[in-house]
């Protein structure tokens, strides 16, 4: 728009000069003497001429400059609508830039958490790893380990024949408990059967024995009545007869009556005591059911193991445990299993202080978890313990088992503990890198 004020000022300016200068040549010639009519006249029409064509060219001027304007306004609207849509696609652009940031920025610190997650469990691998070589080197202390493990284990194995003797004799006297009760419900059944029978027949004879006493007493009745109207003399024995024949036809009436009472009665115990024998037999079916198929996961060892089936609370509580040992990612197992408890709200938040086995050993003990040493009854969220430190006589580490790697093989078991920032297989055995599982604990 600069552009175009300035072409159309330039316009104007030179076209009042044009004028002034015509009006100064017609005052010159108007100071100036007439020298002859001739030449004054073909002086005017040189005048004319000149006026017209300075005016005409002022003309064609000003056209041009309102044409050059038009383009002008034209191409600034022009620029102006380019000018509006680069500043819309810049903001795009920028809001883009701003969302590619912040995700990259996301992604950098799952990284980073991830990355630091790992570093602490390398680091805690390979510290368990250290400090069990170095135990080993003292061949007298590993020696007496080792056997208090073997004499555990063996107290552990006893423990489990005698509680496995013990399960199949309940299983066999369960067994026993449910034929009888299944006994038991068949002679119900059968008793109210042979009940509802015999008293249908006992009723049955009732109503004939009423009939025929009502019978008696119509006999007898209509024997005096056809007496009187033959005037006829009624006997006492006739009346007799017909009195005798009445109290035989109530008492059979009172005794239909109460028979039909009692055989009622009779049917309704029948059917109350099959009822409680069909109760027995699915409790005793249920027992035995119970019996049969062994230990359940408890509901804290299936919340745990859930909690502890994402990566993403792996790293999370792997996090959290190192903090908690003040940056130190070394033995924080127990920080580790804790803070997992915690997270699934079966700690409170001021435990957070246990950080050791011994510690988070009592704490369990004192909230009714008990130990089992029998490895085959491990279900997924049971919280393991290994084998004791010869110095410290605590286990040397803590783990959640979270399945076994292949159906009835006892030696290798997927786990979650300090040592990765994800569900791994460990030895159940002692290895080079790892103590032997001794016990579990559960609620």
């Given amino acids: 728009m600069i552009k175009v004020i300035t072409i159309v000022l330039t316009a104007a300016l030179t076209t009042m000069a044009l004028v002034s200068t015509s009006a100064k040549i017609s005052e010159d010639k108007v100071e100036k003497p007439i020298k002859s009519q001739v030449y004054y006249a073909s002086q005017e029409k040189v005048n004319a001429v000149a006026v017209f064509a300075e005016v005409n060219k002022q003309a064609v001027l000003d056209a041009e400059v309102a044409k050059?304007?038009?383009?002008?306004?034209?191409?600034?609207?022009?620029?102006?609508?380019?000018k509006a849509k680069k500043d819309e696609l810049d903001k795009q652009a920028a809001n883009k830039i701003k969302e590619v940031a912040k995700a990259k920025a996301l992604a950098a610190k799952q990284a980073e958490d991830s990355r630091l997650a790992k570093i602490a469990a390398e680091k805690a691998k390979q510290a368990e790893i250290d400090r069990i070589a170095a135990d080993r080197a003292d061949k007298v202390k590993q020696a007496e380990i080792a056997e208090q493990y073997r004499i555990a284990k063996l107290a552990s194995d006893k423990a489990a024949a005698e509680k496995e003797a013990k399960k199949e004799t309940e299983i066999d006297r369960?067994?026993?408990?449910?034929?009888?009760?299944?006994?038991?419900?068949?002679?119900?059944?059968?008793?109210?059967?042979?009940?509802?029978?015999?008293?249908?027949?006992?009723?049955?004879?009732?109503?004939?024995a009423k009939t025929a006493a009502d019978l008696q007493v119509k006999t007898a009745t209509d024997k005096i009545t056809n007496a009187e109207a033959a005037g006829t003399a009624v006997t006492e024995a006739d009346r007799l007869g017909k009195e005798t024949a009445e109290k035989l036809a109530k008492a059979a009436a009172d005794k239909l009556t109460k028979d039909e009472a009692a055989s009622k009665l009779l049917i309704s115990a029948d059917k109350l005591a099959k009822a409680a024998a069909d109760k027995t037999v699915r409790e005793a079916t249920d027992k035995l059911a119970a019996a049969e198929v062994g230990s359940y996961q408890t509901v804290t060892g299936a919340k745990l193991a859930a909690y502890l089936s994402s990566e993403a609370n792996i790293c999370d509580v792997l996090v959290r445990a190192v903090e908690l040992h003040y940056g130190d990612p070394s033995n924080t197992c127990v920080y580790f299993s804790s803070e997992a408890m915690r997270r699934i709200g079966v700690m409170g938040l001021d435990t957070d202080w246990i950080c050791n086995t011994g510690q988070y050993l009592n704490w369990l003990t004192a909230h009714s978890w008990v130990s089992s040493f029998n490895i085959k009854a491990l279900t997924p969220g049971s919280i393991c313990f290994t084998t004791?430190?010869?110095?410290?006589?605590?286990p040397t580490h803590t783990f959640a088992f979270m399945g076994w790697v292949k159906s009835g093989d006892y030696t290798r078991a997927y786990v979650v503990d300090n040592q990765d920032n994800k569900i791994h297989e460990r030895s159940m055995l002692a290895t080079n890198s790892t103590d032997a599982f001794a016990f579990f604990m559960h609620n």
Avoid: Q, R
Wanted: net charge positive; hydrophobic share 50%.
């Fill in 68 to 82: 050059v304007a038009k383009i002008a306004i034209e191409k600034d609207d022009e620029l102006a609508l380019e």
């Fill in 174 to 208: 369960l067994k026993a408990a449910k034929v009888l009760a299944i006994k038991l419900a068949n002679e119900a059944a059968s008793k109210l059967t042979k009940d509802e029978a015999a008293g249908k027949l006992l009723i049955e004879a009732d109503k004939l």
């Fill in 388 to 394: 004791n430190n010869g110095w410290t006589k605590k």
